[in-house]
């Protein structure tokens, strides 16, 4: 186990506790190859960082080191988590983002909404991504042109056999760059969960290996042409320019903020001919995602409900859990389906 895991690594293959066979040769002489995982919390990208790197530092030769931004730590929030490779001659000596990725991976195909998702991959880079089969965003035409489009159900390869989407991806990973020894990859992830949880280590080899073979090719995907722009905040707060602790420069509020991103494959769907409007849903919904409006003149109720606005909804599935008459149930989330159901809360705000 790499010694500074916790904080992120950056630890010289001369320093580790395991003899290293032959150095594995990198894909591009004479930089970093470099790769950066889009996620959420609760999808394992900091785990998967960490393994990643941990693997090809310990037992490939190589010198790497990972660190991870979150937005929170909830689960749910946003969570970037960078890989550095190199030789393990050259010191890495930067924890900078990486913003010119050779490799993106995408842990929730929510997150292809944002453009900062796809921002600085090169054109010669590889862009893998997590949806259903024949899922292929229209946001995906803002990839080079030249890159490389990988989609693998890591969600569905997940759920099945009982693992997360970080086993899966990187399987896909490992499959996509033949010099990443999936066998050493996998006895590190192996590892990795051997002390806390050993129950996983198969489902997660089981998820690995489907991972690593049932990932999808896409041709004919991107539309730009050469190296993806770079995204930073704007302004670019800087050593002189950051504003003075306390100061919330890109303040949000509750009615714009979208909480899709947070399901991870499971959403309630409202069945209004089994309801009988008790309310206990929205009693228990952390969200306030339930809309609800007036009765039916002369009916049995004064406020009816109307159905979920999936744009606050998390996919906790209290509410089908504490729903007495199985009006709201447990569906596996295809694309378009919540985009189908949604009811809006704030229709005049969003519609
Ligand atoms: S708990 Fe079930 S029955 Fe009650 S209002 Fe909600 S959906 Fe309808
Ligand atoms: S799953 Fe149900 S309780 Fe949870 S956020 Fe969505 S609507 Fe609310």
Sequence with gaps: MCPDAESGCTVRADRGERVVNEAAALPNAGRFFEIRFESIGGLGAHAAGQV??????????????NFSSYGSE??????????????????????????????????HAALLRNPATLAGLRKDGTFIYNAPPRLVPEELAGLPRTARVIRVDALGIAVKEQSRPNAVLLGTLCGAFPFLSAETILE???????????????????????????FEVLEGVGRAEGDLPVVRPEPAWGYETQPVGGI?????????????ASRTGSLPVFNRERCIHCGVCDLVCPDFCLVWDDGEKGGRFERELMGVDYRYCK????????????????????PGLADRLRVPLFPDLIG
């Design 248 to 260: 919330i420069p890109e303040p949000g509020n509750t009615a714009w903020n979208d909480l899709s």
């Design 315 to 334: 996919g906790c599935l209290r509410c089908v859990e504490s729903c007495p008459a199985s009006a709201m149930t447990k569906k596996a989330e295809t």
């Design 74 to 107: 909830k689960k749910g929030s946003l969570v970037r988590s960078f890989v550095r490779l190199g030789p393990a001659e050259r010191p890495i000596r930067t924890s900078a983002p990486v913003e010119t990725p050779d490799v993106i991976v995408v842990f």
């Design 188 to 214: 590190a992830l192996s590892e990795e969960f051997a002390g806390r949880h050993p129950e996983a280590v198969a489902s997660n080899e089981r998820a690995f290996r489907r991972g690593a073979k049932e």
């Design 52 to 65: 990643l790197a941990t693997a090809v530092v310990l037992r490939m030769g190589l010198n790497g080191a």
